[in-house]
């Protein structure tokens, strides 16, 4: 099957009174379902890394849904 991903980073600064918040968002469109994830941090890196983990552990669930149909 195809697959695609749009990630979107960048500063969140519109709505924090103080310093840099980074924002880090990922949608991975898979066969029959999208994933999504989004996650704001001080540190742009840690954000990614959040987002990261997060569609990480939702891959594996729909890995673990798609064997059990498929078995």
Request: proline share 1%; glycine share 6%; aromatic share 2%.
């Amino acid at each position: 099957g195809e697959l695609h991903l749009k990630v979107r980073i960048g500063r969140v600064s519109e709505h924090h009174q103080k310093g840099d918040v980074f924002e880090a968002a990922a949608d991975l469109i898979l066969p029959g379902t999208n994933l999504h994830s989004e996650k704001t941090h001080e540190d742009l890196h840690t954000a990614i890394d959040l987002v990261r983990d997060t569609l990480a552990q939702e891959i594996e669930q729909y890995k673990e849904k798609h064997n059990e149909k498929h078995s």
